[in-house]
Structure formats: C-alpha cells, structure tokens
C-alpha cells in the first residue's frame, strides 16, 4: 500500500519542516503545480526536497482558483473538456520541467480538488484529464478514486492506473467522498484513519492523507 500525500500547497509548512517531516513518512508526493495554490518557486523547492527524500513525485494539476483552492465546481460553469485538456496539460509540463530539474522523472499525476471530484462521477472530465496528460507524456500513472468512472475512463486512454482511497475523507453511501462543506466530512482521528485504510486497502494501490487535514503528521505516523 502505497501512502500518498498532497505537497507544494503551502509556504509555511515548507518552511517550517511539516513538509519535509511528511516526506519521511509517504512513497508519493502529489506536488501542486502552482495553480489552485502554491507558487512556480514552491513546486521547484517541493521537487527537489522529493529528490532529497527519495520519494516518488508527481504533477497535482488543478483549476487556476486559489480564492477557493482549487475546490469549486467549474466544469460546465467556466471550463470545457477543451479547457481542462488545456489546462492540465500546461500544469503537467512545468511539473515535468521541475522535476527534471530536480532530477526526477514524473512518476503520476493525480487530479486535485473539484476536478478530481468532477472526474469521479463524470466520464467528460476524466476523459480530458487523460488526454491533457498524454499530450506530455504517456508512461506515468494515473491515480484516481477507487470504484469510480475515471478508473475505467483512464484505462481506456491507455494510461495504468492507481486505484485510490482516503484515509483522512469520509464516504457517500455512493462511493464518492461526503463534501468538505458537510458536517464530519474529514476524519481527524489517527485510529479512525486506522481503521478505515484497513477496510478500504483490498480495493485500492494508494491511500491519501491531506497535507492540510487537522493531525495529517499523527495520522501518516499511524498509517505507517
């Protein structure tokens, strides 16, 4: 069971050691391309801190909207397929500039926030995703929620998939994750979190805590 865990999202918890700390204790880093937040000099430092942790990195791309960090709907609203293709193909490339840079090869890409959601329900948007990364590059990974459309919308575009779970995000009786504007929607208990990866590792490859989360460092140690 690979841990994952969303990184380059914050100033602070790069320059205070959080995120250095949280590299010790996870095999993937999902580095933020400097879109939904973060900045251009966040996500080259994030790389070459994954390089120094010997931690496989990859592209976080998400929609260009830090008021909200990259967690409001825009599909339909203000972004097409044609868009989103656009957009997570930029975001992908500069990833993949940073981590050549830092010396890495981009091992995955996992969408971020709404177009992560939007994907899972959403054979369009999953389809576009797929496609913004095959402009850049073809053998990486593709992480997506477990059970959800863009599993099999990722596979038919040709890419290997990581099947995902969360260990720090309630779920819908659907299968797809309770929003974060719903009362009990994140898990802040390392034993909940526990528990829950134990019940949801027979269906997934990764498990993701939120570098964000309440107790994301006691929860990755219980994890481990």
């Known amino acids: ?9 914050s100033e602070l918890m790069a320059a205070d050691g959080r995120q250095q700390k949280i590299l010790t204790m996870i095999q993937l880093a999902n580095v933020c391309c400097g879109a939904h937040a973060g900045t251009v000099d966040l996500t080259r430092l994030t790389m070459r801190q994954c ?18 960090f990259g ?36 091992y ?4 971020h926030g709404a177009l992560y959601n939007e994907a899972a329900e959403n054979g369009e948007v999953a389809e576009a995703i797929a496609i913004g990364v095959r402009k850049v590059l073809r053998d990486v990974f593709l992480i997506g929620l477990a059970k959800s459309v863009m599993i099999g919308v990722f596979r038919r575009q040709g890419f290997v998939v990581l099947r995902e779970a969360f260990a720090d995000r309630r779920y819908t009786a659907e299968g ?11 898990i802040h208990d390392p034993e909940q979190a526990h528990r829950q990866l134990l019940q949801l590792k027979q269906f997934s ?9 309440p107790n994301s460092l006691q929860i990755l140690r219980a994890l481990n």
Not at 55 to 67: S, T
Request: with cysteine; aromatic share 6%.
């Open 51 to 68: 390089y120094e942790a010997k931690v496989r990195a990859g592209a976080h791309p998400g929609y260009p909207d830090p008021n909200h």
């Open 1 to 9: 069971m690979l841990i994952n865990c969303d990184l380059g999202e």
């Open 108 to 111: 995955h890409v996992k969408p």
């Open 71 to 106: 967690r409001r709907p825009l599909f339909g609203s203000e972004y097409d397929a044609q868009q989103i293709r656009e957009l997570v193909s930029e975001q992908v490339a500069f990833a993949k500039e940073a981590a050549e840079a830092a010396g890495l090869a981009l």
């Open 205 to 213: 490859d990764t498990i993701c805590v939120h570098s964000d989360s």
């Open 176 to 186: 797809l994750l309770v929003p974060r504007t719903s009362t009990g929607a994140l």
